[in-house]
């Protein structure tokens, strides 16, 4: 009987082509290796391939090769034991996050006065780790320096108004204009500006874990770096990278200099030590700071925006390919015509966050004249990544099309911000948003028009699920 089966199996897929001849299971090891476009046209050659290159485990499969793996898992988890709601077949999921046009936001924070809440602030952190949202530092009124811990824990329930919880640990100093990444279920500090003025360049990781009759617990413990550090430094920016590195770039310096230098963190295995490198490679992005680093797969990263040296606002795109055996900075020049008139691109003090689909959603900032922006961007990202096999063709200055994507926004609408702080779920379908300087109610250009913000809201990614 198995026999019969696998013959009628063969017969299925062979039409006297030589690939028709491989086992289904070898076309799919082959079909994974391709861009989508060619498993499009590997569909479209007979109907025998097309059930092939359509079938749920090979988009599924698809999906993780593209989206990542906990990405996948956690939108399979998020599923599970839902009655109401079933997952749509890999490949039309796949066709709706590739053409994602909106996002709905969703205001998570309460003003009921007997709830305790973060003060409002500018330049913090916030990360999700162990399935809460930790929120540290950042600078609030009068310009001072805050040092307090915040964790809320948020499960299952993305949408729920939060519980925030003060975690009181004397750790590390107050700042503002740090960087804070996760590693496992750690997040790693660097760096950052006290109302002194003083910069930083001490590392502070930071174990988080969550437990339903004990809450939350977070504790700091100076990392041991040897004696190879940057130079001190706040408004940078970082990413983690691969397990165990993290990356960073820029920031203000010592008398308000801007630098220009990269480096990364080489963390050991348990996270009890850790060893600092300098890239050095020309040509590398100019000195700024207020720009976003992000991570876009194993050993690449995006830098975009930021303030530089002569205090202009930029909206130049640089890779950094961190391949084994050696680390390259290549500038991505990208065509403007599908940037609607009258938009301003170039920002500083924006969030660039990789969301489900592998693409990046660039959310505020402000520019040039202090106006500060409400706006959600996709910047395609998938090509580029793609080059990472081929890295010299990116050496060209040929401009790379309908690399950026205004969103339409639905929902609650939130208030026109910079230099907030926003981290994405393990799903990349939710983003949440803490904080910011927002416009007062005088004029934006008038420091007394300057606030800080203390809003918490959600943003997620329309999709017909």
Not at 54 to 72: H, K, N, Q, Y
Request: with cysteine; hydrophobic share 40%; proline share 5%.
């Amino acid at each position: 009987m198995a026999e019969s089966s696998s013959t009628a199996s063969t017969s299925t897929f062979n039409n006297g082509s030589p690939i028709a001849n491989l086992a289904p299971d070898h076309l799919f090891t082959i079909l994974l290796l391709l861009p989508i476009e060619s498993i499009l046209s590997f569909a479209m050659t007979c109907k025998k391939f097309r059930y092939l290159a359509s079938a749920d485990t090979l988009w599924e499969s698809v999906c993780r090769r593209d989206w990542g793996i906990t990405a996948v898992d956690a939108l399979k988890s998020s599923f599970h034991g839902d009655d109401h709601h079933q997952l749509l077949p890999w490949i039309r999921l796949y066709k709706q996050v590739s053409q994602l046009d909106s996002v709905c936001c969703y205001k998570l924070s309460d003003p009921d006065p007997d709830l305790v809440l973060p003060s409002p602030r500018a330049s913090h952190s916030l990360n999700f780790v162990s399935d809460c949202l930790v929120l540290f530092g950042g600078g609030g009124e009068g310009g001072r320096h805050l040092d307090d811990t915040w964790a809320a824990y948020i499960g299952n329930n993305s949408r729920r108004i939060l519980k925030w919880q003060k975690i009181h640990s004397g750790v590390p100093s107050g700042r503002f204009g740090h960087t804070c990444v996760v590693i496992e279920n750690y997040v790693v500090l660097f760096g950052g500006i006290n109302d002194r003025g003083d910069r930083h360049n001490d590392i502070w990781v930071g174990q988080v874990a969550f437990n339903e009759n004990l809450g939350i617990s977070l504790s700091w413990r100076l990392l041991d770096v040897g004696s190879i550090a940057p130079p001190p430094r706040g408004a940078h920016a970082a990413c983690c990278i691969s397990n165990r590195k993290m990356v960073i770039h820029g920031g203000i310096g010592l008398n308000g200099v801007r630098l220009g230098d990269t480096w990364f963190l080489e963390l050991s295995e348990n996270l009890c030590c850790g060893s600092w490198h300098e890239i050095l490679s020309h040509p590398s992005p100019p000195a700024r700071s207020g720009h976003s680093l992000t991570c876009i797969g194993e050993t690449q990263t995006i830098l975009f925006g930021g303030r530089g040296l002569g205090y202009e606002v930029l909206n130049d795109i640089w890779l950094l390919d961190m391949s084994e055996g050696y680390s390259k900075w290549v500038q991505i020049f990208y065509d403007l015509q599908n940037i609607p008139a009258g938009v301003s691109l170039p920002r500083v003090g924006h969030s660039a966050t990789l969301i489900i689909g592998g693409r990046l959603l660039i959310h505020g900032g402000e520019d040039s004249q202090r106006h500060r922006k409400d706006d959600f961007w996709l910047l395609d990202v998938s090509g580029i990544s793609l080059e990472r096999v081929q890295p010299a063709r990116l050496n060209s200055k040929k401009k790379l099309a309908n690399l950026w994507r205004i969103l339409k926004t639905k929902g609650y609408n939130p208030k026109s911000r910079s230099f907030h702080r926003v981290c994405m779920d393990n799903s990349g379908r939710y983003l949440y948003v803490y904080g910011g300087m927002v416009d007062g109610l005088l004029q934006p250009a008038e420091a007394a028009g300057l606030r800080f913000d203390g809003e918490l809201f959600l943003v997620e990614p329309v999709l017909q699920l």
